[in-house]
Nanobody, 115 residues
């Protein structure tokens, strides 16, 4: 059983930055593929970024060049650095951990980009 807790969301102006954090329980964090998803009001959930246990990353086209996913296995934490934020980035951001048949989700953190 893995518990995931997101933090770091908030209200920022267009062009601003935020760093989201996802803290995981357990001692097998280093083996999990970690991901960030987001869901905006009235829209379907979207995969934003993934990072595998070996460090390989993937990004949605909409965030490439602006967002960076990283992990600190010693802290059981995955991060999402978000730069050059746009109003369309407004959403609830969810942390996800996956390993074989195991799939876990956090409760989400709200990101609002507005003037």
């Amino acid at each position: 059983q893995v518990q995931l807790v997101e933090s770091g969301g908030g209200l920022v102006q267009p062009g601003g930055s935020l760093r989201l954090s996802c803290a995981a329980s357990g001692n097998n964090f280093r083996f999990y593929t970690m991901a960030w998803h987001r869901q905006a009001p009235g829209k379907q959930r979207e995969l934003v970024a993934t990072i595998r246990s070996g460090g390989n990353t993937n990004y949605a086209d909409s965030v490439k060049g602006r967002f960076t996913i990283s992990r600190d296995n010693a802290k059981n934490t995955v991060y999402l650095q978000m730069n050059s934020l746009k109003p369309e980035d407004t959403a609830i951001y969810y942390c996800n951990a996956n390993l074989m048949t195991r799939d876990y989700w956090g409760q989400g953190t709200q990101v609002t980009v507005s003037s």
